[in-house]
């Protein structure tokens, strides 16, 4: 991560191999809940599905806090049903909600309907009490530029990313993804208190110097919206 020129105000959180990584973000997440726990009668943990955050997820799911007061929720979700592979609620569920997190709050995200339009209302109200602004929120990118599931080809990218977006979920149908999918939409991703990168892999650290180096063309790569002032970046080989 040295050679990557960041942008000010993002900090440099790289570390030697993916475990190390892990625990220093579950370090940092669980610490910034505890503070916000002092604070607020409820805290907030948006996370991201994939491979890379599975580390992740079991060093938080140890961390000392009351985790009864937490709400968990996805950034964003594939069209599937919780038992399907692809199913980012069951990696969530299966490897997050264990151990002392197991007595936190799953909003789900995935919610009846055979779209995720027939379903938006449902998740909406399954957010309804969801306190904003969030307060913790841990971010993917994949080598397209998206996160969440801001796609660079999904026709709805324009209205999840426009900043005035009263919605705080969005359909999205990219053309490359074999599932639909509802995610978070860009205002209240924007607003998180603590926001963190969590990435993996020589693949990832090119992409993201792709992404700072035209930072002005947010829609062409979507994650250049999250690249300013307070970002951590928890990068591993």
């Known amino acids: 991560m040295s050679d990557v020129g960041l942008p000010k105000g993002v900090s440099d959180r790289s570390g030697e191999n993916p475990d190390e990584v892990a625990r220093n973000l579950a370090d940092a997440v669980a610490g910034f809940l505890m503070d916000r726990l002092k604070e607020a009668p409820r ?130 149908t990219p053309a490359s993804q074999p599932q639909k999918r509802i995610t978070l939409t860009w205002p209240p991703l924007r607003d998180a208190r603590f926001t963190a990168l969590h990435l993996k892999g020589e693949d990832k650290l090119a992409t993201l110097e792709r992404a700072i180096s035209e930072p002005e063309k947010i829609l062409e790569m979507p994650v250049r919206a999250f690249l300013k002032p307070g970002l951590q970046v928890f990068w591993s080989p």
Request: include cysteine; aromatic fraction near 6%.
């Open 43 to 172: 805290a907030s943990l948006v996370v991201s599905g994939g491979s890379t955050p599975l580390p992740f997820f079991k060093a938080l799911s140890t961390r000392e806090l009351d985790w009864s007061r937490v709400d968990v929720l996805l950034a964003d979700e594939r069209w599937v049903d919780a038992d399907n592979d692809a199913s980012n609620t069951r990696l969530v569920k299966d490897n997050l909600l264990q151990n002392r997190a197991a007595s936190a709050r799953f909003l789900s995200l995935k919610q009846s309907g055979a779209t995720p339009a027939d379903g938006l209302d449902r998740v909406k109200a399954e957010l309804a009490d969801l306190a904003l602004p969030l307060d913790v929120l841990i971010l993917g990118m994949g080598n397209d530029g998206h996160t969440a599931s801001l796609f660079p080809d999904a026709p709805e990218l324009a209205y999840a990313m426009d900043p005035e977006c009263q919605d705080i979920v969005a359909a999205t």
